[in-house]
């Protein structure tokens, strides 16, 4: 499928996208949010600093709403479950928490894109069992935590971490992970995991002077697939 600004009140709104990935920009200082799950699992977030009745009242009919009510906020966590049981299709409108700094987000089965390049100030972002096949995490610089553990579809779509260089925590636990993975740039990392995939066949962690926890097991790597293993602690 292509992906791009499905939204036509957009500035823009790419008409031949046909999945939202999130990448709507607009002029005014109004952002909307259309996905009425994404809507709804912000107002069930009760960690969030929205209060939540502000929210619902500003929030036009058309799912408008001042970006100044969602700047504030630094932790959002709009994952699924029983109490935020609301199914997540887009997230247009997640660039307007610009100061955003913890994405919590597990067990969305519906959402395939994460577009999280505005989203400059986040330091952990959790994604375990979602349905994602595409992940850009590039623009993160100050990313020190991501967890995207059993998102069964990323494949080989996620592999470079190089622009990470503040990445404590990795997981990327059974993502049907294929080729070799270079974590050489990644010297704060203390925890590693990559096990349950099979198609992983290399992984280098020169440098790589402070892991402290590493779990491999399940994957393709050879005896000699490992670089860089005695520069762990």
Same mark, same amino acid.
């Given at each position: ?37 994404? =809507? ?13 009745? !502000? ?8 799912? %408008?709403?001042? @970006? ?5 906020? &630094?932790?959002?966590?709009?994952? =699924? ?7 997540? /299709? ?6 307007? /928490?610009?100061?955003?700094? @913890? ?6 089965? &519906? ?5 999280? $390049? ?9 994604? #375990? %069992? ?13 990313? *020190? ?6 998102? /069964? ?6 592999? !470079?971490?190089? #622009? ?19 974590? $050489?740039?990644?010297? =704060? ?19 790589? !002077?402070?892991? *402290? @926890? ?8 050879? *005896? ?10």
């Amino acid at each position: 499928p292509v992906y791009g600004c499905t939204d036509a009140t957009a500035d823009n709104y790419d008409a031949a996208a046909v999945v939202d990935d999130g990448s709507c920009t607009y002029t005014t200082n109004l952002i909307r949010i259309p996905d009425d799950g994404f =809507k709804d699992q912000i107002v069930a977030d009760t960690n969030n600093t929205i209060q939540n009745s !502000d929210f619902q009242n500003h929030l036009g009919t058309d799912n %408008w709403i001042d @970006e100044a009510l969602l700047a504030p906020v &630094t932790i959002l966590d709009i994952s =699924k479950t029983t109490y935020q049981p609301y199914d997540i /299709f887009g997230l247009t409108g997640i660039a307007g /928490f610009v100061n955003l700094e @913890e994405l919590y987000i597990k067990s969305h089965s &519906t959402l395939g894109v994460l577009n999280l $390049s505005n989203l400059t100030t986040l330091k952990i972002i959790d994604a #375990a %069992w979602c349905s994602l096949n595409t992940i850009d995490v590039s623009t993160n610089l100050d990313l *020190e935590s991501l967890n995207v553990k059993n998102c /069964f579809s990323l494949g080989g779509n996620i592999t !470079d971490f190089s #622009a990470n260089t503040n990445l404590q925590y990795l997981n990327l636990r059974n993502i049907m992970l294929l080729g070799d993975l270079d974590l $050489s740039s990644n010297t =704060k990392l203390t925890y590693l995991e990559v096990y349950d995939n099979n198609g992983l066949k290399g992984l280098n962690l020169t440098g790589l !002077d402070l892991l *402290e @926890e590493l779990y491999a097991h399940n994957t393709g790597v050879g *005896e000699n697939g490992i670089t860089g293993f005695d520069d762990c602690t």
